[in-house]
Every structure is written in C-alpha cells, then in structure tokens.
C-alpha cells in the first residue's frame, strides 16, 4: 500500500460485529468515482498519494495521512490527486454504529460533520490500525479499536449542533419529493425532463434548479445514482445480474458492471464476494 503507481486494486470486506460494516481497501492509479450518494457514512484515510474530491458543493484535495468524511445521502466523487494515483482505506458505517457511538460521547443527535477532509495524524494512525485488524478477521481486537477510532473522529470533529437534510421544507424541497417518489417508484422506467416537470408543475428548467439545489445532482445523475443503490441492495439476495440490471433499468449487465464500479470502486462481482 506504499506506492500509489503500482496496478489499481480493490478489495472489500466485511465485518459482522460492526453491524456487517463494509469496509474497502483500495489503490487507484486512473480510476474516477462518479458522483454518487451512499445511505451510510464514508470513513477513510489515505495511505498514499493524493485523492481529488468533491463532496456536496466543495471541493478538497487530500493527500496522504487526510482522514475524508461524508455524511449519509451527501453526493461526492473522487479521482487522482497527483500522477500516482492514491491508496485508501475506507469504511461505511450505517447511522445504527454512529447512533451508538453519538450515544457514548452524550452527543444528543446522529453526527453530522460540517468538513470533509479532516487532518489528524492521531485519529488517522488509529483507524488505519482498526482496518486493518477488521480485515485481517481479527474480531475481538477490530472491534475495539474501530469503535474507539469513531467516537474520536466524532467527539473531535462532529458538528455539536446537528444538521438534519430532511428538515428543509422549502418549495423546492417539497417538489423534489415528488420528483424521488416517482422515480424510486419504477427504476426500470423512462424519464424526461417532462414527466419530471409535469408532476410538480413547474418548467424543465426548474426541475434543474430543484435537484441542483436539494441533491446537489444533475436529474441524470440522482436518476443513474438510485438505480445503483437499488441494484446494490439486490445484489445481496443472490439474484442474477442480468435479471438486476433489468429490474433498475440498466441497458444491459454490461452497462451495469461499468456503472456499478464507477460509484462503488469495485465490480459487482467482488461486491457479492465481500
């Protein structure tokens, strides 16, 4: 994990006393993660070179020893940040992990953090350490010390206020609910800019504003980025990918694969085998 320049790999594990906390570990030389969201939050630190990123609307530079941050549904990508290309380790624990971990530090609320590339040489020693165990299938000792490298980062760096995205009641917001349930309602379906704009009553040009302002999205991409995490949750049931790729409206298990590895980092199938 020294050297960035070496072959792009990526593995991903996962550990069931962690609430089946995925955790990923990964060197990418030309590989660039499209924006995505996930319903979990995105630990990790890198441990070479330098990655590139975006998460909501600002953008880092995070070269190694940086710990990233990214609350739940917050949309981000990522890419090179130097020639080398970058290694990591990342994990993606579900709000029930973190909901513990606010409860131990007498938080008051889910943590919410206001930073996505936080610089803590300490934190980022211990957590690289907990990966490290939880991989290698050390248990008892994963547990311990992954639990500990979280309540740091969040005692240390979590917003003492909260924040809380569902919260927005603007019109904007109230039309964009529209806008989700009809998607999530058939994946596998067509959409134009029309339907969008028909169900709230509004202009093309305001469907636009709306996801732009509210998911911090193109239409297109929160359209490709639900269908990824339907297809994800799917691909836990053993179902065929190609039956998959139909069912999220994917053109075919090619376009899925492609898609798929762009967001998550690695293929459906190592996804399946983690």
């Known amino acids: 994990m020294s050297d960035a320049r070496e072959r792009e790999e990526a593995r991903l594990t996962r550990h069931a006393g962690l609430g089946?906390?995925?955790?990923?570990?990964a060197r990418y030389r030309d590989h660039a993660y499209a924006l995505h969201t996930h319903d979990?939050?995105?630990f990790g630190v890198v441990v070479a070179g330098?990655?590139?990123?975006?998460?909501?609307?600002?953008?880092?530079?995070?070269?190694?020893?940086?710990?990233?941050?990214?609350?739940?549904e917050d949309p981000h990508d990522g890419e090179k940040g130097c020639e080398a290309g970058w290694a990591y380790r990342t994990c993606y624990p579900r709000a029930e992990l973190m909901r513990e971990v606010a409860e131990d530090i007498e938080l008051g609320h889910l943590p919410m953090f206001s930073h996505g590339v936080l610089v803590a040489p300490d934190l980022a020693g211990d957590f690289v350490q907990?990966?490290?165990?939880?991989?290698?299938?050390?248990?008892?000792?994963?547990?311990?010390?992954?639990?500990?490298?979280?309540?740091?980062?969040?005692?240390?760096?979590a917003d003492r206020g909260g924040r809380n995205p569902s919260?927005?009641?603007?019109?904007?917001?109230?039309?964009?609910?529209?806008?989700?349930?009809?998607i999530e309602a058939d994946l596998a379906g067509t959409f134009e800019l029309g339907n969008?704009?028909?169900?709230?009553?509004?202009?093309?040009?305001?469907?636009?504003?709306d996801f732009k302002r509210v998911a911090g999205m193109t239409p297109g991409q929160y359209l490709r980025d639900c269908r990824i995490r339907a297809a994800a949750a799917l691909m836990r049931t053993g179902k065929p990918l190609a039956d998959i790729a139909f069912e999220t409206g994917f053109a075919d298990q090619s376009h899925l694969t492609r898609l798929f590895k762009s967001m998550r980092g690695v293929s459906p199938g190592a996804f399946r085998e983690a």
């Open 196 to 209: 969008l704009a028909e169900v709230a009553g509004v202009t093309r040009f305001q469907v636009i504003r």
């Open 50 to 72: 330098a990655e590139k990123l975006r998460i909501n609307r600002r953008s880092y530079l995070a070269p190694a020893g940086s710990i990233i941050v990214v609350n739940p």
């Open 130 to 157: 907990a990966h490290g165990l939880a991989v290698a299938g050390k248990a008892m000792e994963a547990e311990t010390t992954m639990l500990m490298a979280l309540r740091g980062l969040t005692r240390r760096f």
């Open 20 to 25: 089946d906390l995925e955790l990923l570990t």
């Open 40 to 42: 979990s939050y995105v």
């Open 167 to 182: 919260a927005d009641d603007s019109e904007a917001a109230r039309r964009f609910r529209r806008y989700r349930d009809l």
